[in-house]
């Protein structure tokens, strides 16, 4: 299948940067999410957005349960469109789940990625009382998310909207993640939703190579402080930045700030 | 004998033991540890042809390589070239060469055995940190264990298959709200679901002997209050092993069924299905 349509791959920016920027979105969102982000770095880099299989406008025929049960799945993908583009010197910003599928993708693939910049991620999202880690989310509060999920998926895409962008004075920022959630396929909204609370790679932090940065918001409700500072302390080579903004997308809500980290990391 | 023969025999031998110990599920993960202690390699793993879009590692050794997701196309490209022939990397080819560059990092040398069943096509990636030879006693061992890794992964997958089938059909039959008896005429095997078992009053639902399962309808028969009746059609019914009947009504003390009962007739099987229903 022809990656460039499979991903919805559009490369702007500076075609001629030696660097390049390769921005990845999270669950219910499209490469749009960095629209704000963007403009930032068009003069200086390269810049590669896709869509993730099963989200935006990437190819809906190339969605395979087999392949997208798990992230690795994106991470494959993400090599692909990396060698597919031929892209050099990169450094992936990943937000959310994204995030992870860049810590995957470089460690797979040694040298393809030099540098990880993590917005909102998290290596785990459940509870782990056997370790006293903390994820922010117990079993019985992700049973209870998949059972609102399955029994009308339009309704939880509502009220998931609002509990993460936790933003009462711009409603129309929960509007719209409402509306993006409610245009994935149901099915492949469950799926890609249990691929990724129950999600695992703790173990992966510590062998991260490359230099990273953690930017993470100041009252996330899917990502809690305390896991930043856990991904901080077992990552090797990072630096994380607080952004003073609430909810789970600061790359729409304290865009400034988000620019500022990244250009001082880079 | 030499070693490598006395460890394609070991092989054989504990493989022949396993899956009539052990659950069949660990069966194939056994084997591939088995293969990686045996000939001291450093990684082991299966990459099974899920879909056109997905080889995914499994039973790997490392366990972190577990799940992890490749495009089946190139490797699938390499196969055919070799004619699915085991493949000897004495030296691992270059990256660009390397349809398996993901999980043999900083290996020196690999083998790349493809293990071809249906539906699922899989393969086995053993790899060694230091460079290998790979000469004639080892090759033959190899080949031998790839001959019973073959026999090991159809025997997995179609006791998989079977186990998930029965419970997908013991799952939609104990959900039909009618009391189902199925007696089989081979006379050694009978089947009931959740609500037959209550109405005839059997321990359990499920596999019964045909000889139990007569026992109990006849007693739920003689209990009928219009038994003439009820004999009368069951003549008729038995006169032909193709003879069906259905509404043939049943009046007990404190319910009426609607009772059925309809031949079952493939390749494979024959028997009866009875079919009680309450109206």
Redesign the interface.
């Known amino acids: 299948?022809d990656i460039i349509k499979r991903n919805n791959i559009h490369v702007v920016g500076n075609q001629d940067a030696l660097q390049t920027l390769m921005f990845a979105h999270g669950f219910g969102l499209d490469q749009h999410t960095f629209s704000k982000i963007i403009p930032a770095f068009e003069h200086d880099y390269k810049i590669i957005l896709f869509d993730n299989v099963g989200g935006g406008k990437a190819e809906l025929k190339?969605y395979?349960p087999?392949?997208y049960?798990?992230i690795?799945?994106y991470?494959?993908d993400v090599?692909?469109i990396i060698q597919a583009l031929e892209a050099k010197n990169v450094t992936f910003i990943g937000h959310s789940v994204s995030g992870m599928v860049g810590v995957l993708t470089s460690l797979?693939?040694?040298g393809m990625i030099e540098r990880l910049i993590l917005l909102g991620s998290s290596p785990r999202y459940l509870n782990d009382a056997k370790d006293g880690y903390i994820g922010g989310f117990d079993n019985q509060a992700l049973t209870s998310l998949f059972e609102a999920m399955e029994g009308n998926y339009h309704a939880w895409a509502s009220g998931f909207a609002k509990l993460v962008t936790r933003h009462e004075d711009k409603p129309e920022l929960a509007e719209a993640f409402a509306a993006a959630l409610s245009e994935i396929r149901p099915d492949i909204a469950i799926q890609v939703a249990k691929a990724i609370f129950y999600l695992d790679h703790r173990?992966?932090l510590p062998k991260i190579t490359v230099p990273t940065l953690i930017i993470q918001t100041a009252n996330d409700p899917a990502v809690p402080g305390i896991v930043s500072e856990y991904m901080e302390a077992r990552i090797p080579n990072a630096k994380r930045t607080p952004v003073q903004t609430h909810g789970h997308f600061p790359q729409h809500t304290a865009p400034e700030e988000v620019i500022d980290a990244m250009k001082s990391f880079l | 004998m030499s070693t490598w023969e006395r460890k394609a025999l070991n092989f054989i031998n504990q493989t022949s033991r396993w899956d009539k110990d052990k659950h069949i599920s660990s069966f194939l993960a056994f084997s591939i540890s088995l293969v990686k202690n045996l000939t001291a390699a450093d990684i082991a793993l299966q990459l099974e042809f899920e879909d056109e879009e997905t080889a995914k590692v499994k039973c790997a050794s490392p366990v972190h390589l577990n799940d992890l997701v490749l495009n089946p196309e190139p490797i699938k490209k390499l196969l055919y070239t070799q004619g699915f022939k085991t493949i000897y990397w004495r030296e691992i080819p270059p990256p660009k060469e390397n349809v398996l560059q993901e999980i043999l990092q900083a290996f020196s040398s690999a083998i790349i055995i493809p293990l071809n069943t249906m539906p699922n096509n899989s393969l086995l990636v053993l790899g060694w940190s230091s460079p290998q030879q790979f000469e004639g006693d080892f090759l033959e061992c190899i080949e031998t264990i790839r001959l019973r890794l073959k026999e090991v992964l159809l025997q997995s997958q179609q006791q998989l298959y079977f186990q998930r089938t029965a419970i997908r059909f013991a799952a939609i039959l104990h959900t039909i709200p009618y009391a189902l008896v199925f007696i089989n005429n081979d006379g050694f095997s009978g089947w009931v679901n959740q609500e037959g078992a209550t109405l005839l009053g059997l321990s359990g639902p499920g596999e019964q002997l045909p000889a139990i399962l007569s026992e109990a309808m006849m007693q739920l028969r003689n209990n009928a209050l219009n038994i003439d009746e009820i004999y009368k059609e069951a003549v008729q019914l038995f006169s032909s092993p193709e003879n069906s009947i259905s509404n043939w009504i049943w009046k007990l003390e404190h319910k009426t069924l609607k009772v059925s009962c309809l031949p079952v007739t493939t390749q494979q099987i024959s028997g009866r299905l009875w079919i009680f229903e309450q109206p």
């Open positions: 299948m190339a395979s087999k392949r049960e798990t690795s799945g991470a494959t090599a692909d797979l693939y040694p173990e992966a």
